[in-house]
């Protein structure tokens, strides 16, 4: 890890001042503008494929804590052996490939119900506004499908994606092309264990927390695994083919 590099402090510089910056100005609403919507939500842009990753939750500290703690511990090292542009393009197209796999991901799931509501006999607008009340009294959607179908399409609808940790899931996975020996260890689970072994098991566990029920809080586990494909292929592709540092 060692000293801090020039672009991780600049990053994490930016992601703190945007943290505050909500506090600061409450007359604007500046993390509705910058969240990644869903495309179908009316609040959704394309730049907040970008500007999500500068966005924490604000009522949690320790979600931009540990962001910004994992972008120091592994992002170091792969700024110090890559080069400040290649980190950078690197760590920002992790970051898009995450929020895209992350909206695919919703998609797939939003559609399979938003069928069942068309077949139904609703129209979009009639979906489109129910899912913005978040509620309705329509009968066709109470006997059509389940309260908890509803609710998970409502919350696709209206969810608010933010946070770094796509990104960071890119550094940790480059992290162990590079350094596959490293020994990484858990807060809850302090037993040292190779990078090589470790995040593999670290990502299969956000596969499984995706798939079932039993996820714990709100994780865009998705979004961890987009952003760990996309920090494989580029940095694999890098290693095979020995790229030099781009200053």
Known sequence: MGK????????????????????????????SLFALHFPENSGFGYWQYLTHIFMHSQYSFSHILFNMYGLWAFGTPLEQTWGRNKFLFFYFSAGLGAGIIYTLVNYYQFNQIYDVLIELGLQKAEITSILEAGQTNDLRVINGITQEQFNQIASLFNMQAVGASGAIYGVLVAFGILFPNAKLALI?????IAAKYFIPVMILGDFFFGVTKYSVGNIAHFAHIGGAIIGFAIAWYWKQNQFQRWN
Do not use: C, R, Y
């Not at 945007?18 to 609403?29: H, N, R, S, T, V």
């Not at 809850?188 to 040292?192: G, L, S, T, Y």
């Open 4 to 31: 801090i590099t020039e672009s991780i402090k600049h990053l994490i510089i930016i992601n703190v001042i945007l943290f505050i910056a909500p506090k600061l100005f409450q007359g604007i609403d500046l993390q």
């Open 188 to 192: 809850f689970f302090p037993v040292p």
